[in-house]
């Protein structure tokens, strides 16, 4: 009964910003643990960030640090990701997550819900 859609990506020069949203529907955005995974071809999909419904905290994987921002607009029901800093190395397919906990880590079996994801391309 939930629904992830995501949208934002495209293509950017390294070094360039990106920012990534994800309409949650079907559900009490406020009760729903949000995060953002992405997975490159021949790769395993790994976490990139996540964050709590009450924004008690956030949590990044090393990789992207200092780099980019999640945050939440409860009013509107979306989750956005802020990319800076862009690398080469941050090219994949981005997905949304969801879950209404508990989320014990940024794991892909953590989370019941997903979006379809959206493709970030950094040249």
């Known amino acids: 009964h939930v629904q992830l859609v995501e949208s934002g990506g495209g293509s950017v020069q390294a070094g360039g910003s990106l920012t990534l949203s994800c309409v949650a529907s079907g559900y009490d955005f406020s009760k729903l643990y949000m995060a953002w995974f992405r997975q490159s071809p021949g790769r395993e999909r790994e976490g990139v960030a996540a964050i709590r419904t009450d924004l008690v905290s956030t949590y990044y994987a090393d990789s992207v640090k200092g780099r980019f921002t999640i945050s939440q607009d409860n009013g509107k029901n979306t989750l956005y990701l802020q990319m800076n800093s862009l690398k080469t190395e941050d090219t994949a397919v981005y997905y949304c997550?969801?879950?209404?906990?508990?989320?014990?880590?940024?794991?892909?079996?953590?989370?019941?819900?997903w979006g379809q994801g959206t493709q970030v391309t950094v040249s």
């Open positions: 997550a969801a879950d209404p906990g508990p989320c014990r880590s940024l794991s892909r079996t953590e989370f019941g819900y």
